[in-house]
């Protein structure tokens, strides 16, 4: 594998209507007999898929740098969560159950929780391998099929999941791969044989899918963006809590949904913090991200460079200061020259009213702003369209609990930022979307309940 930035890695064909037709129908035979498997069975499938990914880890991570530019160490936690997923829903998989119900005079009633059959996957550009990871292991753990259609910007490494899908015995089809863009994802929504849609992306885009699904009455998952804030009370570890803003704003090049890129920081430290952020920014190695000590690759594409440039220069025409990065960046290697590089940015001076604190980014850019009280940051803290995540520093357990109830924000984090367990749900309120990844809470989104009532005795007639 050779690092290229800028430079065509592979072509795939886009899916049409009549290949998105034979996708769909090629899960839908595979479905009847997924179905009719045991939940061990199929776990013992996931648990070898898994145990693939594991063993292969080193080649995805490669994979997965060049698919979308992000650091190889950051591509290897990516590929270790990949596989945890699976073996977590393989845990569940033959633990689902439904429940009997006694009724009066023998009677009785049960539930049976049944799988929805072919469901659509909607893939991001900035986690490829792990988002299918999360939307498949669930579905594919409840008995569904899924057709799965990467972002067109990373087309890849999906790929490979289905080959291993395929090496550890799922039937033939149960999870397809579909490659194209708007028109593709459309024939997808609209195919009357799709029996659910998961997507993860933009919040115009999951607008359309929602319009979409309406007409067809198709459960749907958004998991979409954010602007999320990131609390720090100045009774925190300040150390602490200068790695959690870190993690909260540069990791993936900052292309992460749940980013906390509004730091709010008490007064009291808002120098001392600001100064070592700074400082630490500064530090971050920008560069080729198959090198081991790279921390910050190539940004997705040249008009995401040019749109993530675009809010600094505004920042700055609205009065942000640039405390640091923010410009473009040219490694010293020449086969790197054409990457779509930059330098971590931190602004200061940041008002609720500018451009940069109010719409996502999508790219290494965090905002500082100072506050004063509890009460008027939790405040400032929810006065967004957006509610996927939040984060609160603080050595007062009793603030932490009370802030982050108070956040209208679906993923909550408490002197850590960025974490994310297989086994926790993750997912967003008002704009940032509705529905479940991870933990459970999945299995209620790609399965459904059927009701039982069985009678014992003789039929009462009212008539």
Not at 195 to 206: D, N, R
């Amino acid at each position: 594998f050779k690092m290229c930035p800028g430079r065509v890695i592979c072509k795939v064909l886009c899916s049409g209507e009549k290949e998105v037709d034979l996708a769909v129908q090629s899960a839908k035979a595979a479905f009847k007999i997924w179905s009719q498997m045991s939940g061990m069975e199929r776990s013992r499938v996931l648990l070898e898929a898994a145990r693939i990914i594991r063993e292969q880890r080193e080649e995805i991570a490669t994979l997965e740098t060049i698919n979308n530019g992000k650091s190889i160490f950051e591509a290897r936690v990516d590929i270790d969560i990949s596989w945890q997923c699976l073996e977590y829903y393989a845990g569940l998989a033959g633990s689902l159950a439904g429940e009997h119900i006694q009724l009066p005079g023998g009677s009785f009633g049960y539930t049976r929780r049944e799988p929805l059959g072919v469901c659509v996957g909607i893939g991001a550009w900035n986690y490829p391998f792990q988002i299918a990871c999360w939307k498949s292991a669930p579905a594919l753990a409840c008995g569904n099929a899924m057709v799965f259609k990467p972002s067109p910007f990373t087309p890849v490494s999906v790929v490979r999941l289905a080959e291993i899908f395929t090496e550890a015995g799922v039937p033939k089809g149960l999870f397809n791969v579909v490659q194209g863009g708007v028109a593709t994802g459309q024939f997808l929504c609209h195919h009357p044989d799709v029996a659910k849609i998961s997507f993860t992306g933009s919040v115009p885009t999951g607008i359309k899918i929602m319009e979409m699904a309406a007409k067809g009455i198709k459960p749907i998952t958004l998991e979409l963006g954010g602007k999320s804030p990131l609390i720090i009370f100045s009774d925190c570890a300040l150390e602490n809590a200068v790695n959690g803003a870190l993690m909260a704003n540069f990791l993936t090049q900052g292309e992460v949904c749940c980013n906390g890129t509004r730091v709010f920081v008490e007064r009291k430290i808002l120098d001392v913090f600001t100064k070592e952020v700074v400082k630490r920014t500064q530090k971050i190695k920008v560069g080729d991200p198959l090198l081991e000590d790279t921390r910050m690759g190539a940004l997705i594409n040249r008009p995401h460079l040019d749109r993530v440039q675009g809010f600094i220069k505004q920042a700055k025409e609205q009065g942000a200061q640039v405390l640091c990065g923010g410009d473009l960046y040219v490694p010293d290697d020449l086969k790197l020259k054409n990457g779509y590089y930059m330098r971590p940015c931190v602004l200061g001076n940041c008002t609720d009213d500018m451009t940069c604190v109010k719409e996502e980014i999508f790219g290494p850019v965090m905002s500082i702003l100072p506050f004063d009280t509890e009460e008027e940051v939790v405040e400032r803290a929810n006065n967004t369209k957006f509610g996927l995540a939040g984060g609160v520093f603080t050595r007062d357990i009793q603030k932490a609990h009370r802030v982050v109830a108070a956040l209208k924000a679906g993923m909550c984090f408490i002197n850590n930022y960025n974490i994310s367990p297989v086994e926790l749900p993750f997912g967003g309120y008002k704009a940032s979307g509705f529905g479940r990844e991870n933990g459970r809470a999945a299995i209620e989104y790609y399965s459904q309940l059927k009701t039982v009532c069985v009678e014992m005795g003789d039929v009462e007639s009212v008539f």
